[in-house]
């Protein structure tokens, strides 16, 4: 009985928590921006720049090339619902772009990671991910392994971080799962479903749109708010005695979303089943970071004796299903 008022406090913590931060989670500005450069001649490149929308609005993030750098035709603007691409073609000196240091303006003010991407006229390919604590790059040639290996699990565990929907549904989980081996089995049958459903959308093997993906994540974890007041109340419910399965079916569900977010920056094309597992491999340090951290928060909370009321037990449930309910009236609107 403690655990599961222990588990129901942190819940609050984190319902809190998502409230009060939740202008990152409503604009999902877990997406990163995308930089792609394509050399077409030594001194002239294809720019594909997409800036994530921040809380509705446009980002503040923009691209500063070398000053030797110039327009051959003016930016032209498409705007999508969570982001607007700019292309546009530029033409430098005949040293070209190689080893001249480019700024994402702005980056410092956010908490958004750039991955840029350069193809090179001889079809060689190089990933680079800037953050804010650098907000530059220097152009270089082709990363090797080691260095698309790093940034694609850098990119994916920060995902996965910034993704209040995923990790709503898995404390949804936590909180109405109950036993170690269950739980275990649960988590490991979310986490086989998504990554199914990641290579096989992220491959080109299945394809779902966006927008409504996005809609049914937000009502699966309706679904499990629902779940947790069945629990609470003592009443039969299916997550309780079959957690796997909804796992399972709902990790399927998620993957498509993980799949969804890789999409918009897209994979090295002569490193894709290396960017594809280390990126699928940074989601998963990241949920079992988080998994960790709860059940640590459980551990000490065990320790704080609190005299719960009864109708406590209910706030994370109501809670996880109003914050659900608002991401599925936003994310239908959006359609």
Not at 299 to 328: C, S
Request: hydrophobic share 55%; charged share 15%; net charge neutral.
């Amino acid at each position: 009985m403690m655990i599961r008022f222990c588990v129901s406090a942190l819940g609050i913590l984190w319902l809190v928590f998502a409230v009060l931060g939740g202008g990152a989670a409503f604009a999902d500005d877990s997406q990163p921006a995308y930089l792609e450069i394509t050399e077409t001649t030594p001194d002239r490149y294809k720019i594909l720049w997409r800036a994530p929308n921040v809380a509705g609005r446009r980002s503040p993030i923009s691209v500063a090339f070398p000053n030797a750098a110039r327009n051959l035709t003016e930016p032209v603007e498409h705007e999508l619902p969570d982001s607007v691409v700019e292309r546009r073609l530029i033409e430098t000196d005949a040293a070209g772009l190689l080893g001249k240091r480019i700024e994402i303006v702005g980056l410092t003010l956010t908490n958004i990671d750039v991955l840029v991407r350069v193809e090179f006229a001889n079809g060689a390919t190089s990933t680079t991910l800037v953050q804010p604590d650098q907000p530059w790059l220097v152009v270089e040639g082709p990363r090797t392994a080691w260095q698309v290996t790093w940034d694609y699990t850098v990119l994916g565990f920060e995902h996965i971080l910034a993704g209040f929907d995923h990790l709503l549904f898995v404390l949804a989980l936590l909180l109405i799962v109950r036993g170690t081996r269950r739980l275990l089995m649960t988590i490991t049958a979310f986490t086989l479903a998504h990554s199914i459903t990641l290579a096989a959308a992220t491959l080109g093997l299945l394809w779902v749109p966006g927008p409504p993906v996005e809609a049914t994540i937000a009502l699966s974890i309706l679904f499990l708010a629902s779940e947790l007041v069945k629990v609470n109340r003592g009443d039969p419910s299916l997550t309780a005695s079959y957690p796997w399965l909804v796992a399972f079916s709902f990790g399927l569900l998620h993957g498509l979303g993980f799949a969804g977010a890789l999409a918009q920056v897209g994979l090295p094309p002569h490193e894709i089943p290396l960017a594809l597992l280390m990126f699928n491999v940074g989601v998963e340090l990241g949920q079992v970071l988080f998994v960790v951290v709860v059940l640590a928060l459980v551990f000490v909370l065990k320790r704080v004796r609190v005299n719960w009321p009864v109708w406590g037990r209910q706030i994370p449930a109501y809670g996880i299903g109003a914050v659900a309910a608002f991401w599925l009236i936003e994310r239908v609107s959006g359609f």
